[in-house]
């Protein structure tokens, strides 16, 4: 297990109980599902590249490696779906969305029954990856077009918005950039293209999302979420993860010298 395998799993894991938690809030709700299926597709996406070891190969290597393209397809329609739903534009960007859907399913065709998207498996000294096909600089496009104009439509939107919509927007559209920029190198894997500090830190900065969301939900109430948090609550999560992630990076790793490190710094932050 290396820091990009361990990322990408921890972000799977911190998106999918954001997932539950949202749509456990109001599953009737448009936004919650949306937003829902948002977060379930960044925790397939990531969990797949986390099983992308030096040793992945054959039938199990391509089901893996179609499984990450197809959640990263549906990340980037669900994004903007739900960015012209929480900016109340949704009619007026109607027929954006539609193209974009279209384009979603026409890739996800492609990705499931053919070999123009991910045409096999690559493999370097870490870990695994899937070769990129003819059309995978379509699928770049559909992805830098997705996150370009949701990012920009909610730079449109806090122009125009109301004070308490305001800090709303400022903390997804804060944790939108953060998050992306960590994952967004993930389409230069696939040409064997390595990045620094991107390759292999990138994906940390999803659990980064997920807290700066989770902030905005407690204190500016994101989404009209209404959260009751008790000290005692408060105490139990900050804890379970100062002790949590080092134990689960020491397990992984193998190795205790990191994990005592990092167990120190969130010890001193932990209050």
Not at 109 to 117: H, I
Not at 178 to 183: E, M, N
Not at 245 to 256: A, H, Q, R, V
Request: proline share 3%.
């Amino acid at each position: 297990m290396n820091h990009f395998l361990f990322s990408a799993f921890l972000a799977s894991i911190s998106t999918f109980i954001l997932g539950i938690f949202v749509i456990s809030r109001d599953i009737k709700s448009e936004l919650y599902r949306i937003y829902a299926l948002y977060c379930f597709g960044i925790a397939l996406w990531t969990f797949c590249v986390s099983q992308h070891t030096p040793d992945l190969a054959g039938l199990k290597g391509i089901i893996y490696g179609r499984l990450l393209h197809f959640g990263a397809i549906l990340i980037q329609v669900f994004f903007l779906h739900f960015i012209f739903i929480f900016l109340n534009i949704y009619k007026k960007e109607k027929r954006k969305l539609f193209i974009t859907y279209l384009i979603a399913f026409v890739l996800i065709g492609f990705n499931f029954f053919s070999k123009l998207l991910v045409k096999g498996i690559g493999y370097s000294r870490d870990i695994s990856y899937t070769k990129a096909g003819v059309i995978y600089p379509l699928f770049c496009l559909y992805t830098l077009w997705s996150i370009g104009y949701g990012i920009y439509s909610l730079f449109k939107g806090y122009k125009i918005a109301s004070p308490s919509k305001r800090n709303q927007i400022k903390y997804l559209l804060l944790g939108s950039i953060i998050g992306y920029l960590g994952g967004v190198d993930k389409l230069l894997v696939s040409y064997n293209i390595h990045i620094l500090p991107f390759y292999p830190f990138g994906a940390y900065t999803i659990p980064i999302y997920v807290g700066i969301i989770a902030y905005a939900i407690v204190k500016h109430r994101l989404m009209d979420i209404r959260v009751a948090i008790t000290r005692a609550g408060i105490f139990a999560f900050v804890y379970s993860l100062v002790l949590g992630i080092p134990f689960i990076i020491g397990y992984l790793t193998k190795s205790w010298l990191i994990p005592t490190t990092i167990m120190f710094f969130l010890a001193t932050t932990g209050p």
